[in-house]
């Protein structure tokens, strides 16, 4: 899909990332439209995720640039990139567990300072009104889905221009997933751009904007959203076992 350079938020230019002598991404270009949901699917090991630590400055590209808004990024720190407005979700739990909600929400606007981060966290809260009733709880108390929305609800005390999403439905029930995903299409829809990766992928193509299949770490297709979920040889051709597993998702 052919996207001008106004319409671009991020740009991979022939990306080369890894992990020590491992290499993951093999060359990979693609362009992700400023405001939209893209999506990245492709089977295990394809470089999804690799794709999110690179850009966020946790992997050092090998060869190749990386453009945020036109701006040479390759390379920089994680902070740098906080900085320029790109906030990351990780996969699994990262949260501070004997911590409080509050306490957990005060150290991800830490960089905004205090008076800063507590003047937003009720617009945060706003979106979660289950953790916004344990705020005072230790986030180790919390369950899986909470602590899910915790982590987001951090990650938005940043007000993101782009934010960067690793499989947010782990550990969450198919309600809590569809209120993230929701969530999400609203962040797009005021002018955030989402990059996510998710394993629930019929569900969260019926989300997104456009899909980037990858393969070995090379871009293999992309496209609308919807036209990907509606081919009959994506199973096969884009997603290896992926979608079997999940072809019962909501």
């Given at each position: 899909m052919a996207l001008t350079s106004e319409d671009t938020c991020i740009e991979f230019d022939n990306v080369?990332?890894?992990?020590?002598?491992?290499m993951i991404l093999?060359?990979?270009?693609?362009?992700?439209?400023?405001?939209?949901?893209?999506?990245?699917?492709g089977p295990n090991g394809a470089g999804k995720s690799t794709v999110l630590k690179t850009l966020f400055g946790l992997l050092k590209p090998r060869e190749g640039r990386i453009h945020l808004n036109g701006e040479d990024v390759t390379g920089q720190s994680a902070k740098s990139l906080l900085d320029k407005g790109i906030a990351f979700v990780p996969q699994g739990r990262n949260l501070f567990g004997q911590l409080t909600v509050h306490e957990n929400l005060e150290l991800g606007g830490i960089t905004l300072g205090m008076t800063t981060t507590h003047e937003r966290i009720p617009e945060v809260?706003?979106?979660?009104?289950?953790?916004?009733?344990?705020?005072?709880?230790?986030?180790?108390?919390?369950s899986g889905g909470e602590q899910k929305q915790l982590e987001i609800g951090?990650?938005?005390l940043l007000r993101p221009k782009v934010l960067l999403i690793d499989e947010p439905s782990i550990g969450l029930s198919p309600m809590v997933v569809q209120d993230v995903f929701k969530l999400l299409r609203h962040l797009a829809g005021t002018g955030t751009t989402v990059l996510m990766v998710e394993q629930n992928v019929k569900s969260a193509l019926k989300y997104s904007d456009e899909a980037i299949a990858l393969e070995s770490g090379r871009l293999v297709l992309h496209k609308p959203a919807n036209?990907?979920?509606?081919?009959p040889n994506m199973d096969r051709l884009f997603l290896g076992g992926a979608i079997a597993e999940n072809s019962t998702s909501p």
């Open positions: 080369v990332s890894g992990y020590k002598d491992l093999n060359r990979l270009s693609f362009r992700a439209r400023r405001g939209a949901i893209t999506l990245l699917i809260l706003s979106f979660f009104p289950r953790i916004k009733e344990r705020l005072n709880s230790r986030a180790s108390s919390l951090r990650a938005l036209e990907i979920l509606a081919d």
